[in-house]
């Protein structure tokens, strides 16, 4: 984790490689709608005729099928950033009916984002919008309880097996109480729609039928989301600082990364893999990252890039070494208490 120093690039001197793609296109936009949403429903036609042959075929189909959902999340991402159109009243009203096809609260979501965002890599502002990592010192001074329960929720199989299902099926049907009265009116209409859209499937097709294939597709979409969102905020060298030294820049061009994908599932998350330069600035929609990245020398050296395969040893990067500047795994925790 290295902190900010003085030569570190500003946004003014970096304005100049930002500002012709921070801006929204409706004919992209929309073009995004139609090649992932559309797609999106004709699998879920696929899958509901399938279900009278096999439902090994339904369960190949529901993978493609999470995928796209996955793509249809980053437009619904994009429009929380005010990004994919133009309009902000376009954005507000896609992303409420995109939400409620991922699950999401759109209000809700994109406050709590937007806190992310303006905090991420803050030692002094974790834990809204961010996969809370603890500190070594945090962590040494916890009860037992509380450092299993720790344990649990950085396991692989808790975040990434059961987390999509807490997340989404259950954690975004609450209101979050430090949110404010406009949020939590929405997450009413949220919650609402999304039952009205549960019970037409439900009386289409069956409550059993329905849950077989809503279930794999949202669980597989979540964990494929929840990984990404991971493993771009942690991995070796990562930034971190309390507010006192805490830089914007540098929270966003070493405290995110740059996650090379195989240009298939590049076109599937939506370009996110290109995170620095989306938090750098949140204004550039997705169809724009890669041009941003490549018309910028500073996007391709200032950035910790991750391979495909390589993104797998951050996993069990679990607490932050403060005074030694650095992630570490649970193993290393004896370690780094005798640096100290």
């Given amino acids: 984790m290295n902190k900010s120093q003085v030569s570190k690039p500003t946004m003014n001197n970096l304005k100049p490689f930002i500002a012709p793609y921070a801006k929204a296109n409706t ?38 099928a999470a995928l796209f959902l996955v793509r249809v999340f980053i437009l619904f991402h994009d429009c929380g950033h005010n990004s994919l159109f133009p309009s902000k009243k376009m954005n507000a009203l896609i992303g409420f009916f995109i939400g409620v096809l991922v699950f999401t609260p759109y209000e809700q979501w994109s406050r709590t984002h ?47 097996i059961l987390g999509p299902v807490y997340m989404f099926l259950i954690s975004h049907r609450f209101p979050r109480p430090i949110l404010g009265k406009k949020e939590t009116r929405f997450q009413i209409y949220h919650n609402l729609a999304l039952l009205a859209l549960i019970m037409i499937m439900v009386l289409a097709i069956g409550w059993k039928e329905y849950i077989v294939i809503q279930l794999p597709v949202i669980w597989i979409a979540g964990a494929v989301g929840i990984w990404l969102f991971f493993l771009q905020h942690q991995f070796e060298g990562v930034y971190w600082a309390e507010s006192a030294e805490w830089d914007y820049v540098a929270s966003a061009l070493e405290g995110a990364s740059y996650y090379e994908l195989p240009k298939w599932l590049q076109w599937f998350s939506g370009n996110i893999g290109f995170h620095h330069i989306h938090h750098l600035s949140p204004k550039i929609p997705n169809y724009y990252l890669e041009a941003c990245y490549k018309n910028g020398e500073i996007f391709q050296k200032k950035v910790r890039k991750i391979s495909f395969w390589e993104g797998f040893q951050s996993v069990g990067l679990d607490l932050i070494d403060v005074k030694n500047n650095r992630l570490i795994r649970f193993r290393d925790l004896k370690q780094a208490v005798v640096n100290e």
């Fill in 27 to 64: 004919k992209k936009a929309i073009i995004q709608i139609f090649n992932s949403v559309i797609p999106y429903f004709v699998l879920w036609g696929l899958m509901i005729w399938s279900l009278q042959y096999s439902y090994w075929i339904t369960f190949g189909l529901s993978i493609l």
């Fill in 114 to 160: 937007a806190i992310h965002h303006a905090s991420s890599g803050n030692l002094d502002k974790r834990g809204i919008g961010d996969v809370m990592t603890l500190t070594v010192d945090e962590y040494i001074s916890k009860p037992a309880i509380v450092k299993v329960g720790y344990r649990l929720f950085r396991h692989p199989l808790v975040m990434f």
